[in-house]
């Protein structure tokens, strides 16, 4: 019985267990050994040595192994609908085809990132590093079935991400005037990184508030328990002030809009495309902004449907806003990665067009 319920909480999970011990362990190694060369404290030391040689593709050949053998890996459980680690994650058929998805969506990422490396190797292995760490993390967001199970997956995405902004200062090496440390490129830095930082920090705070309310009315946050409190009140009646649902889905909505960026709320981003290399901004078009769209889509349409009352009239409000906060801006673009974040932006007012579509 014990051996059981140890393979039916972790299997799913050994994988990724291995995939992060491989990859942790490659990095801190090659690094060490890379150190030691340069500073000579081994003359034993050569480049045969070092496990994997100071090349981000390397890198990135791994992670498509990995991904494709993960891929092949989910394929087997297929057909098979449990909840797992005390309903925390939850498997479906649905959730593995958004989870698969996602990794294709990381494959195909990683083949062109090893193209425009190897055109352009200006990226460092702490940099290409950060990326794979994201990459392995996210998809997991749709395996959730709880949102404090999510909140807990996006912000260990969240400080990936801080981390590769950090180590992406490699960017900015383009400056040869010692005496010029403030300059544009440096400024960019810091601006990427401030924005970037206090970004996450309120978008946390609102879905921090959001799980105390849920809790309060519910004592769970289990999607499943969620909808059938919250549908229930409308015929029990247990709940007379209904505002608080619609406080919660201001939060709920304002925390991800802050988290994605989504007009009327993306001034910041501007300043984080005009930050990152062009590597950054393909991954966050491609690759974030999409996943966690199609789960903010899902968490709106699926897991949180018995606030669809309220949310629409929300997502109505902020697309009329950020259309006309749009307009006012368009023609004011003079960067052309200012005119990425603008597309990116625009897209994302189209997509929650979209989910009202399907509402409707």
Do not use: R
Request: aromatic content about 24%; charged content about 10%.
């Amino acid at each position: 019985m014990l051996l059981g319920l140890l393979v039916s909480e972790y299997i799913f999970f050994v994988p990724v267990i291995l995939n992060l011990s491989i990859y942790w362990y490659l990095f801190f190694k090659n690094n060490v050994a890379n150190i030691n060369k340069k500073n000579n404290w081994d003359n034993s030391i050569s480049v045969k040595n070092i496990i994997i040689n100071q090349n981000p593709t390397n890198f990135i050949k791994l992670s498509i192994l990995f991904n494709i053998m993960f891929l092949i890996f989910i394929f087997t459980f297929q057909g098979y609908s449990t909840t797992f680690w005390w309903s925390h994650f939850k498997l479906t058929n649905f959730n593995l085809y958004m989870f698969s998805l996602v990794i294709l969506f990381s494959l195909y990422f990683m083949f062109i990132s090893d193209k425009h490396i190897k055109m352009n190797n200006i990226y460092s292995i702490d940099y290409i590093f950060a990326l794979i760490n994201i990459t392995l993390f996210i998809p997991f967001i749709f395996l959730t079935n709880t949102l404090f199970t999510f909140f807990f997956t996006i912000e260990l995405v969240s400080c990936s991400i801080f981390y590769k902004f950090i180590v992406g200062k490699f960017f900015f090496n383009n400056n040869k005037k010692l005496d010029n440390f403030f300059s544009i490129f440096s400024k960019n830095y810091l601006n990427l990184l401030f924005f970037q930082y206090w970004s996450s920090f309120f978008s946390s705070i609102l879905i921090i508030f959001s799980i105390y309310f849920l809790m309060i009315i519910s004592n769970s946050t289990e999607w499943l328990i969620l909808n059938f409190v919250i549908n229930s009140n409308s015929i029990i009646n247990y709940i007379n002030n209904e505002y608080i649902f619609i406080f919660v889905s201001i939060i709920i909505i304002l925390g991800f809009i802050i988290k994605l960026g989504i007009a009327p709320i993306q001034l910041y981003k501007i300043e984080i495309y005009k930050g990152v290399p062009f590597l950054t901004i393909f991954f966050y078009t491609v690759f974030y902004f999409l996943v966690f769209f199609l789960f903010f889509s899902s968490l709106i349409i699926l897991y949180l449907s018995s606030l669809i009352n309220y949310t629409w009239i929300i997502l109505l409000i902020i697309i009329i806003l950020g259309v006309f906060y749009i307009i006012t801006l368009i023609f004011d673009i003079n960067l052309f990665k200012a005119f990425l974040a603008y597309s990116t932006i625009i897209n994302s007012v189209s997509f929650l067009l979209l989910i009202l579509a399907i509402i409707f």
